[in-house]
C-alpha cells in the first residue's frame, strides 16, 4: 500500500488549496480514508474522514471551510481548503486503515500566512 499525498504550499489566510492523496496497492473502494495534520511542536490529530462509501466528516474546526472527496476511477482522495486560518498550518498527512494496520503517506506541507 503506497498512500502519495500532493497539494500543499503557501497560502495567504483566507485562500485555498486542495490537497490529493494519490493510493496504490489497496482496493480502494473498499477504505475509508483520513486527513490527519500535524502542527509544528503538537500532536497528529483528525482533520477529515471519508468513508468507503462516501460519507465525509469532520473535526469541528475546519467544518464548512473543508470538503473531503474520493475520485473511485482514479483512486484518490481529495482535500479542497477554503477560507484558510493561520492555525491550519502544518503537514498533512493522508491515512487509511487496511488489512489489520494502519498506512501513512509522506506528508505534505501547508503554511498559512496572516
Known amino acids: 500500500v503506497q498512500l502519495q499525498a500532493s497539494g500543499g504550499g503557501l497560502v495567504q489566510a483566507g485562500g485555498s488549496l486542495r490537497l490529493s492523496c494519490k493510493t496504490s496497492?489497496?482496493?480502494?473502494?473498499?477504505?475509508?480514508m483520513t486527513w490527519y495534520r500535524q502542527a509544528p511542536g503538537k500532536q497528529r490529530d483528525w482533520v477529515a474522514n471519508?468513508?468507503?462509501?462516501?460519507?465525509?466528516s469532520y473535526v469541528d474546526s475546519v467544518r464548512g471551510r473543508f470538503t473531503i472527496s474520493r475520485n473511485y476511477a482514479r483512486n484518490t482522495v481529495y482535500l479542497q481548503m477554503s477560507n484558510l486560518k493561520p492555525e491550519d498550518t502544518g503537514i498533512y498527512y493522508c491515512?487509511?486503515?487496511?488489512?489489520?494496520?494502519?498506512?501513512w503517506g509522506r506528508g505534505t506541507q501547508v503554511t498559512v500566512s496572516s
Open positions: 491515512n487509511t486503515f487496511y488489512r489489520g494496520r494502519q498506512w
Open positions: 471519508i468513508t468507503s462509501g462516501g460519507s465525509p
Open positions: 496497492g489497496m482496493n480502494f473502494r473498499i477504505a475509508g
